[in-house]
Structures are given as structure tokens and as C-alpha cells.
């Protein structure tokens, strides 16, 4: 049994639920820059953006619910490295590389990290992180569906940017691996269903099984 309320759990807690709320507020502004690259989908990109947007104030009430005050600092040191690649990706108006970050990995981790924190969620929390994953699989779907459409042309492409952006995002994960299990989250889990809704996702978009496998075991391998 959880003890919500204890220190260790609280202290865990304000660091993960602001790394959630940066994440959120980040993937917000992102989808706000897809709508002004994607004009034909600007509609569309602006409601996704909405609902993030949702996410970030319905996280962040579930750290007010426990009392605890969400650690903006970690958050945003975290989401950093990630969030001035998006930045470049945009600049030089890479359409494919800032949906592949945002639609594809982010949103992938997304979906891991929340299911994995499910099993182990205060009941409040809960019922918010069950409407936010069908959020965050629309998200992706949008991602696979538009990637998929431009065909075999962008292939390398998006493994270029996945090789820039996986070891990224496992560098977040490495950071938080212990407050992950102070909140009792199995990061095996979590890592596990990100590498399973990774591989479906790519091949989704028509890149090999043997090239996305080749991705992240590439990824594995360099960060040790
Ligand atoms: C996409 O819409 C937003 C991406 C945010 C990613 C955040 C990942 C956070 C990892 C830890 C999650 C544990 C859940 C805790 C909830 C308060
Ligand atoms: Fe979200
Ligand atoms: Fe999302």
C-alpha cells in the first residue's frame, strides 16, 4: 500500500508532477508551432494544443490535491536539451523532424510513462491519467497518420532525428529513475511500453521492425 501523504513520497512527487507539467505546457507550444507549419491541419493542431493545454492544468491539480508544490526548476532543466531541438527543427521549418519529436517520441513516452504510473496512482490522479492517455494516443495517431502519408521519402529522415532525439529522452528517464520508484512507477514497465508503442509506431509509418529495433538498442547502447 501507497502512503500518499508520506515525506518521501511528497518529495518525489513535486519533482515527477512538475516534470509532467513542463512536459505538457511544452507539448502545447509545439503543437501550436505544428498548426503554423502544418496550415492545411491549423484547425485541427490547435485543438490537440487545447487539450494539452488541459493536461497541464488537470496534472497540475493533482499535485495541489496531494499539497504538494510542483519543483518547476527539475522540470525544465529535464525537458531542456529536448525542448532547444524542437527549437532548431522549427527554425529551419523541418516539418518531419519536429512531428517525429513531439507526434512520435514525446508522445510515445507520454502514453509509457502514464501507463506505467496507473497501477500506482492515487485515485484522484488516476481518473485524470486515464482520460490523458486516450488524449496522447490521439496525439500519436495524428503523428503516424501524417508521416505515414508522405511515403518511404522521409524514411531517413526520421531515423536521423530519432537518433538525435531517443537518447534525449532515456536521459530524462535516467534522471528520474529514482523518484519514478519512490511513487512505486516500475521503470522496467515504463521503459518496456515505451519500446512497444516505439516499434508499433514506427512501423506504422512503414520503417522496418528490424531498423526500429536497431534504433533503440542503438540508443541503449550509447547511453551506457
Ligand atoms: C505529451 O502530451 C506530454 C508529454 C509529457 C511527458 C512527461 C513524462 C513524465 C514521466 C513521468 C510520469 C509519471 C506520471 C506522474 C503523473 C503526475
Ligand atoms: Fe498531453
Ligand atoms: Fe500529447
Known sequence: MIDFKSPSYCDAYSRVNALVIVGEALADRHFRSLARLIPDDE???LRLA????RHTVDFSSCGRNLGVK???ATGKSLFAPLERLFRALENSRDVVGC???QGLIVECFAV???RAYLPVADPYARAITVTVIDDETKHLNYAECWLQAMGEQIHSQ?????????PLTLSI?????????AIGIDCTDLLAFFCEDFTQALFSVGIPLTDAHRLLIKTAAVEH
Open 43 to 45: 484547425e485541427h493542431l
Open 50 to 53: 487545447a487539450m494539452e493545454g
Open 70 to 72: 510542483p519543483s518547476m
Open 99 to 101: 512531428l517525429v519529436l
Open 112 to 114: 509509457a510513462a502514464y
Open 158 to 166: 526520421i531515423v536521423h532525428i530519432c537518433e538525435k532525439a531517443l
Open 173 to 181: 528517464l535516467k534522471a528520474m529513475k529514482s523518484d519514478l520508484s
